[in-house]
């Protein structure tokens, strides 16, 4: 399991072994509740900037593109 604290920088959010975050991992890297994020991905998603999925009731965010929209650079510049 990755250490909250890795999860306050972009490597710290690419070293997670999946290919999407879960709301608890986006909100620790943007100083966010994580409750806050859900809401907002079911009133509004297109407000967050990155795109969402949830499945059986589970928010699901796909991890690259939430890398690139908080720093602007693609996958192949992190990894």
Same mark, same amino acid.
Do not use: H
């Given at each position: 399991? %990755?250490?909250? +604290? =890795?999860?306050?920088?972009?490597? $710290?959010?690419?070293?997670?072994?999946?290919?999407?975050?879960?709301?608890?991992?986006?909100?620790?890297?943007?100083?966010?509740?994580?409750?806050?994020?859900? %809401?907002?991905? +079911? =009133?509004?998603?297109?407000?967050? $900037?990155?795109?969402?999925?949830?499945?059986?009731?589970?928010?699901?965010?796909?991890?690259?593109?939430?890398?690139?929209?908080?720093?602007?650079?693609?996958?192949?510049?992190?990894?």
């Amino acid at each position: 399991m %990755i250490d909250k +604290k =890795e999860l306050k920088t972009i490597e $710290g959010i690419a070293a997670i072994p999946r290919e999407f975050i879960f709301a608890e991992e986006a909100a620790a890297f943007t100083s966010q509740n994580a409750q806050s994020i859900r %809401i907002q991905a +079911k =009133e509004d998603p297109a407000k967050l $900037g990155y795109p969402v999925s949830v499945c059986n009731g589970v928010l699901m965010i796909p991890k690259w593109p939430f890398i690139a929209f908080w720093t602007g650079i693609g996958r192949e510049v992190v990894s």
